[in-house]
């Protein structure tokens, strides 16, 4: 544990040194980010650091808070407020000014779709704030223990106590909150091991974590169980659930529909099949992302943090 806390403090010290990285416009070169042994995560929270957070009304008082790490939902009603995934912890004053501007109900759950950083550091003050957290079992496990995510160099200490779910489900569980029976269900292994999809079935509005990312590349992350053809399952999966009605809110990205879970899904399927055909031919790594299998989606997809060069290299991994 001391390692890790150690490791914690260096990347702190490092994610401080490392502020003008985005005035400095390496945003747009996610690759070089990677070269340089400098871990998105870094800048991925400094974005959040000062990120404004945008605020939706989607249907039936659900909103979608935009800025800070993954995207978060909001039901808000005479119980108080629910929360689909918690920022970043840097984005509290900017996400606590966000959530009051929904009116003045209080904090009573926050569930976490994974154990991402990007989806549960603000965890610890939303839970000193009121509310009950709530998540896959092995989300939880994630969260007590140091993890490294190699593809995104970067070791993540144990989350502190007052950030670990205390209410955790195996495959499924509903909760009534709000006149909504909300429905969280698991996804067999696909981003992570532990992603779940949180539907609302009175407003239809699907959250489906970071299984979909409405017009970028998404991460997978092979440290913990994810994979390119679970993340293609659970992109089927969302399709077969969603109705040309349905909200579906992505863990990153626009508030999207059906279609472009279908559009999603397509892509994902289309660099696959390109990728596992080289790799079958014996090609290494370099060979097949100097083949460029992605180029002719690199424009609309490639915007984010994963640029059409990680993305093939996420998907010969798994193929
Ligand atoms: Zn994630």
Redesign the pocket.
């Known amino acids: 544990m001391n390692t890790s806390r150690e490791d914690f403090a260096m990347n702190r010290r490092r994610f401080i040194g490392s502020s003008g990285l985005l005035a400095a416009g390496l945003w747009l070169f996610p690759e070089d980010l990677f070269a340089q042994a400098q871990s998105p995560v870094i800048t991925i929270i400094n974005a959040a650091k000062t990120a404004k957070i945008q605020v939706t009304k989607l249907r039936g008082n659900i909103s979608m808070l935009e800025g800070s790490g993954?995207n978060v939902a909001v039901l808000n009603g005479p119980q108080g407020k629910l929360l689909v995934d918690a920022g970043i912890g840097v984005s509290k004053v900017n996400m606590a000014a966000a959530l009051k501007s929904l009116g003045p109900q209080p904090i009573k759950y926050l569930i976490n779709t994974?154990w991402?950083f990007?989806?549960t550091y603000g965890n610890e003050w939303l839970h000193r704030a009121g509310a009950t957290i709530v998540s896959h079992e092995t989300t939880l496990k994630h969260l007590h223990k140091t993890v490294r995510v190699e593809d995104w160099n970067y070791t993540f200490p144990p989350a502190p106590q007052a950030a670990w779910p205390t209410v955790v489900f195996k495959d499924e569980k509903v909760l009534h909150f709000n006149g909504e029976a909300i429905e969280m269900k698991l996804y067999p292994p696909a981003?992570?091991d532990c992603d779940i999809s949180v539907y609302f079935p009175k407003a239809d509005v699907l959250h489906v974590?970071?299984t979909f990312w409405n017009g970028y590349y998404p991460?997978i992350?092979y440290s913990t169980g994810g994979s390119i053809n679970g993340s293609i399952a659970a992109a089927e999966r969302n399709v077969a659930h969603a109705t040309a009605h349905t909200i579906v809110i992505p863990?990153h990205g626009p508030v999207g529909n059906r279609a472009q879970l279908v559009e999603f899904r397509d892509m994902l399927v289309a660099v696959r099949d390109k990728v596992a055909a080289s790799k079958k031919q014996g090609k290494s790594v370099a060979e097949v992302v100097a083949e460029k299998p992605t180029a002719s989606f690199d424009a609309k997809w490639g915007g984010f943090v994963i640029d059409g060069k990680t993305f093939t290299n996420l998907v010969y991994k798994g193929v």
Do not use: E, V
Request: aromatic fraction near 8%; glycine fraction near 16%.
């Open positions: 993954g994974h991402h990007d989806h981003h992570t974590a970071d991460f992350d863990g």
